[in-house]
């Protein structure tokens, strides 16, 4: 009997021995085939997900574009190079989306023709030289994007034309982002001609937002809502005197530290710059303070934004309420009457011209000045000229020395002239008066005239501004 329980107690042992052997077979069996299955659904759902070829650099510069169009800044993060959305590793991916959207409002890219040079990581021109892909082969690529006039016109610098680069990142084309060409948000030369195109509409929302907060803010001593009511106090004021629009002939930028690759013939890249300036021109019609030569405009980063900080033209430390030399000077000359008198007889026919900041030594300081001329008036033409200081303070102390070390009050020597102002000051045939920031000087052309007729004009130039 032992032997019998015994024996079948072995067989149970043994029995049990076998189910689990079987049952840890069954499992890896299972294992094994789970872990196939796994394999072949990852491999799978990478051959469903997978790109069916690798983009190209086109390819990549067009989404680059059309993601910029389609305010997609979370594409776009996908399309660049890591060095470029993080600001060379100062931006994190938050700050970036924030700068880009930013950038991206209201903005619409438009370029036209790519022009793409492919090279390997010695600098060796690739493309269109072999029968080989140079996108599968190439490590930099080289692009040109023409945008209307913009940019070969534009951003001139010598024979070449400025590029902006792609690379290849684990296999992968990513756009290095620059100031030129390959650029998040409006061009530098968008910037300025936007800011004379609000200007020119009144618009002070879409002027704000060209413009530098030390710019609009004027250093701090205005808030937002400040500034846009000045703002729409000026543009009130330019309507109701049929102020013309200002033109931009062309516009030029120069960039100091601009980078160079040293490829297909020292090929230009601009990266990594805060602060450029904009050579403006305008057209020979519009008579400003800067002369003949173009107006250098001073523009700075704020996050991915261009924005108009100032111009070189005004003298450095001085404050005013543009940041263009010449939008003041079409302002000074919308306030010129049509006509003036002299000798009875009513001018007509003007020329305007401008003259520049004065000597450091002079002792009158103005920012800007512009003067017109009349012809035929009888025996000598006239002219008067409209000069702005920086302040009030500025312009009375002015308008005294101008007619010499003892002014005399304009109205005792002229007391059948109505109208005068208080502070006019007459010297000769000259009539000099301070208006604000403004002063008015009227005189005879070479000196020589009638003072009444300097005190009526000067009357009917104050009523004018």
Known sequence: MAEQRGARGAQRRTFSLRLREASWGTRRSRLAAMTVGVLVLVAAGWWVLRSPDPRSVEETVDEFFDAQRDGDCERLVGLVTEPSWSNGGRWSRDEFLDHCADALDGYEPSPEHFAISVYDEDGDYLSPCCDDDPDEEGDRAIVSVLSGN??????????????????????????????????????????????????????????????????????????????????????????????????????????????????????????????????????????????????????????????????????????????????????????????????????????????REPDPDDEIHYELAVRRTWYGCPEHDASVTLYQFAGDVQARRAAQRMVGDEPVELAGQVPDVSGIPDGAFGAGSTAVVADGRLVVEVEPFLGIGDLHDSARNLVTQVERL
């Open 150 to 355: 913009e940019l070969w016109s534009v951003y001139r610098r010598g024979s070449h034309g400025p590029g902006g680069s792609v690379v290849r990142v684990d296999g992968e084309w990513k756009v290095d982002i620059d100031d030129v060409v390959l650029r998040v948000g409006p061009s530098i030369h968008e910037t300025v001609s936007g800011y004379v195109a609000a200007y020119n509409d009144g618009d002070c929302g879409r002027l704000i937002r060209r413009l530098s907060e030390r710019a609009w803010s004027a250093g701090g001593a205005l808030d937002r809502d400040e500034f846009l009511d000045r703002c729409g106090d000026a543009a009130d004021a330019r309507h109701d005197r049929g102020q013309p629009a200002l033109e931009v002939r062309d516009i030029e930028v120069r960039f100091d530290d601009a980078e160079s690759l040293g490829l297909a013939g020292d090929v230009f890249v601009s990266r990594g710059t805060d602060q450029v300036t904009a050579l403006v021109d305008y057209p020979a019609s519009i008579a400003v303070a800067v002369g003949s030569d173009p107006e250098e405009a001073l523009l700075v980063r704020e996050g991915m934004r261009w924005k108009l900080d100032g111009s070189e033209t005004r003298p450095r430390g001085v404050t005013s309420d543009v940041q263009l030399a010449a939008v003041r000077s079409v302002e000074l000359q919308a306030m010129f009457p049509q006509e003036i008198e002299r000798g009875g007889t009513r001018c007509v026919r003007y020329s305007d011209g401008a003259l």
